[in-house]
C-alpha cells in the first residue's frame, strides 16, 4: 500500500513490535482462550482471544518508550486531533485498537508485516479518508424494546448485546475533515426527553456514552444528569408507534429551540426529581410558560383542561386538578402526568399561538375545541 504519513507508520509500527516483545511471554505463560471457527470449507481454525491479554496489560504497554513517542507523534498529527489531545486518550483510541487487530490478524504474537500493514491501511483511511463512520450508544432505561424501532434521524432503541438489557443506539456518516465527533450527550438527552413525553414512562439513558469512530474508541462521555437519571415509575415498552411519535416530538423540539415550550419541557423534566413542595411549582413554572402567556397560570390550567379533556366528565377532573395546582395545592402524578400530555398536545400542533387562540375562542363557544392528538388518531383507527 502507498502509505500517506511514513513518520506515523514508523512510530505506530515501532509501538507494535515493542508490545509484541513484551506481550509474547506473557501470553505464553498464560492461558489463552480461544475460539474455533468453521471456514466454508470445512476447515477448523483456532484463534486465540487475544484481546483479554492486550487490554489486560495496557497500563504497561502506555509505559512503553515506542508508546510514548508514537502518542506524541499523533498529538502533532491534525487529523487525529477528533480522538482528543491527551495521551491517555490517543493511545486508548488509536495505538490499543490497531495492536489489538494486528495481534488478531497475526492469530498471537507472532508478526506478520502483512498482518500490521493491513490493519494500518485501515487507520490512514480513518484519519485521512473522505468519510467516517462514527456510532454511539448508551443504556437504555425504563422501557423494554422488541426489535430495533427509529426514535429519530440515526437513532434507534434496541435490544443490547446482553439480555434483557437495551440501549439507544446513534449512527453518522462524517466527513473526513470534521473536526469533532456529534455531540452524542446532547442528542440522546433530547432523545430522552422525546421518549419521556411520549411514553410517560421512567426513562433513563447512560450514564456514559460509549463513542466510536470507525474500528477506534472514543473517550466515554457522560450524559446531562436529568437524562442520566431514572425518575419514579414503573418501566413501560416502546412499541413501533410510540417510536414514532418521540421522532416526531424530537424533531418538533429541536425547532423549538429557545421558546417557551422548551422551558416548559425543562421545569417538567426536573418536577420528576423534586421532593414537594419544589416539584408542584416546577409543574406551575412548566404549566404557565407552556399555555400560560401573559394571561398566567389559571389561563394555562383551563386551556389544558380544555385541550386534553374528551368529554366533560374528563374534562371537570382536569379542571379541579389543574386549577388546585394553579392555587398552590400539591399536583400529584396525577397532574404532572395532565402537564407531561400537555406539552404532547402543544408540540404536535404546530402554531402554539394559534392553539392557545383557539382553545379560548372554545372556551367562548365560539367554536369546537381543537381535536386533540390521540383523539383524532383513534378516530382515524
Not at 463513542?211 to 425518575?231: I, M
Not at 371537570?316 to 395532565?338: E, F, I, M, P, T
Amino acid at each position: 500500500m502507498a502509505v500517506r504519513a511514513p513518520h506515523l507508520h514508523e512510530v505506530v509500527r515501532a509501538f507494535c513490535l515493542a508490545a509484541f516483545a513484551e506481550l509474547g511471554p506473557h501470553a505464553a505463560a498464560a492461558e489463552v482462550p480461544f475460539v474455533v471457527e468453521e471456514h466454508d470449507s470445512g476447515l477448523l481454525e483456532y484463534r486465540p482471544l487475544v484481546s483479554g491479554v492486550v487490554e489486560g496489560q495496557a497500563d504497561r504497554l502506555a509505559a512503553l518508550p515506542d508508546a510514548r513517542i508514537a502518542v506524541e507523534e499523533l498529538r502533532r498529527e491534525p487529523a487525529a486531533a477528533i480522538f482528543g489531545s491527551a495521551d491517555r486518550a490517543l493511545f486508548q483510541a488509536i495505538l490499543l485498537p490497531v495492536l489489538v487487530r494486528t495481534a488478531e490478524a497475526c492469530a498471537g504474537f507472532d508478526w506478520e508485516d502483512g498482518a500490521f500493514e493491513r490493519v494500518y491501511a485501515d487507520l490512514e483511511r480513518t484519519l485521512y479518508g473522505s468519510r467516517r463512520f462514527y456510532s454511539a450508544a448508551a443504556p437504555l432505561i425504563g422501557l423494554s424494546v422488541g426489535a430495533a424501532v427509529s426514535v429519530g434521524p440515526g437513532l434507534v432503541a434496541r435490544p443490547a448485546a446482553e439480555p434483557l438489557r437495551y440501549e439507544l443506539f446513534l449512527e453518522r456518516e462524517l466527513q473526513g475533515d470534521e473536526p469533532e465527533p456529534p455531540d452524542a450527550p446532547v442528542e440522546l438527552a433530547a432523545a430522552v426527553s422525546a421518549l419521556r413525553i411520549a411514553t410517560g414512562a421512567p426513562v433513563a439513558a447512560g450514564p456514559a456514552v460509549a463513542e466510536r469512530l470507525d474500528r477506534h474508541p472514543l473517550a466515554p462521555r457522560v450524559l446531562p444528569w436529568t437524562a442520566a437519571t431514572p425518575p419514579a415509575g414503573e418501566p413501560g415498552r416502546l412499541d413501533p408507534w410510540r417510536a414514532a411519535l418521540a421522532a416526531d416530538l424530537l424533531e418538533r423540539l429541536a425547532r423549538e429551540r429557545e421558546s417557551e415550550v422548551v422551558e416548559a419541557v425543562e421545569c417538567w423534566e426536573l418536577a420528576l426529581f423534586e421532593d414537594e413542595p419544589l416539584r408542584s411549582e416546577r409543574l406551575r413554572e412548566a404549566l404557565a410558560a407552556l399555555l400560560g402567556g401573559v394571561d398566567g397560570l389559571w389561563a394555562a390550567a383551563m386551556r389544558a383542561a380544555l385541550l386534553l379533556g374528551e368529554g366533560n366528565r374528563e374534562r371537570a377532573a382536569l379542571v379541579d386538578r389543574l386549577q388546585g395546582l394553579a392555587r398552590g395545592d400539591r399536583g400529584g402524578v396525577q397532574a404532572a402526568d395532565d402537564v407531561r400530555r400537555a406539552i404532547l398536545e402543544t408540540l404536535l400542533h404546530d402554531d402554539r399561538a394559534r392553539l392557545v387562540t383557539a382553545l379560548d375562542e372554545a372556551l367562548l363557544g365560539l367554536r369546537p375545541r381543537p381535536a386533540g392528538y390521540f383523539a383524532a388518531r383513534a378516530a382515524t383507527v
